[in-house]
């Protein structure tokens, strides 16, 4: 229970100093800016469609942007491009009834946070294993506990910039669009950007376990940086249609223990289509951090 106990103190310190860093500051600019500056050019390219759709319905002079949103999104043509993103015609028929700026925000959340995560969070723990201010925490409570309360704090942190980008993106919608559905989109954009963080914590974990790996703050970086990558190319060639005719049988038994493998999962609209990917991703993070944890506990800290 002091374990528990010690956990969950670790992590309401660590975030508490995260949120007072300079380094908040900068992912939180770098984060939501990025959304709203990517969604006022998606909204652009929105009212650009509309107006096509305006022009064919005859009301291009009364048209105001984001009042035909559902009229373009039942195109056929909208649902060929989500087809072919997706491979999947019937998800794609899902996904348009979906808010399109909860649409967009779930795709940059899930394909640009890996990178954000693991550049910002490699060196949560060798900071403070180089500076030797771990000393003073590991005096008072196990090396276990004190991991899992940053792995903890370094996940409340991600929490706070995936709910604050997809607050910033229904700004943009609210301000921007005159048909804008303010309910839909803001239940839309919670429950894509939950999956995003679940998503995120498999890349959070390795994260954390390449900083358990060395005290040398830039060496955990590239460490980081170089799992990234790994993990990237060897989940895009465990499903790789080639690669697989090669190792039928041992490319698709690999496949769960890549984040990116599951990422088209986390759009199925039926959570128990969802479950399985949800809980693996929850499930790699931990692997991850716990192949770094043991490298960190046979030596001294």
């Excluded at 229970?1 to 300079?22: I, T, Y």
């Excluded at 795709?107 to 949560?124: E, G, H, N, Q």
């Amino acid at each position: 229970m002091n374990a528990f106990r010690d956990a969950a103190l670790v992590a309401a310190f660590d975030l508490a100093e995260s949120v007072r860093s300079r380094k908040f500051l900068a992912l939180l600019v770098l984060h939501v800016l990025g959304a709203v500056v990517g969604t006022l050019l998606f909204v652009e390219v929105l009212g650009e469609f509309e107006a096509v759709v305006a022009d064919q319905l005859g009301v291009a002079e009364t048209y105001k942007p984001g009042t035909l949103t559902d009229e373009l999104m039942a195109t056929p043509e909208v649902l060929e491009v989500l087809s072919g993103m997706l491979n999947d015609e019937a998800l794609a028929s899902e996904l348009i009834t979906v808010p399109p700026l909860a649409l967009f925000y779930g795709w940059i959340a899930l394909f640009f946070l890996p990178a954000l995560i693991v550049f910002t969070s490699s060196d949560a723990i060798s900071s403070e294993l180089s500076s030797g201010s771990a000393r003073y925490a590991l005096f008072r409570t196990t090396r276990l506990a004190w991991a899992v309360g940053k792995l903890g704090g370094q996940a409340g942190l991600l929490a706070i910039l995936t709910a604050l980008g997809a607050v910033g993106v229904w700004i943009v919608g609210a301000v921007s669009l005159a048909g804008f559905d303010h309910a839909g989109t803001a239940w839309w954009l919670a429950r894509l950007g939950a999956r995003a963080f679940v998503y995120g914590f498999a890349f959070l974990g390795l994260a954390l376990g390449v900083s358990q790996m060395t005290r040398s703050v830039n060496g955990s970086r590239a460490l980081g940086l170089v799992a990234l990558i790994a993990i990237g190319i060897l989940g895009g060639i465990t499903m790789w249609n080639e690669a697989i005719e090669y190792a039928p049988v041992a490319l698709p038994a690999i496949q769960p223990l890549f984040p990116a493998t599951h990422r088209l999962t986390l759009w199925q609209p039926e959570f128990a289509a969802r479950l399985p990917s949800l809980a693996m991703l929850l499930a790699l993070g931990g692997l991850y951090f716990g192949v770094g944890h043991a490298v960190m506990v046979r030596r001294d800290a």
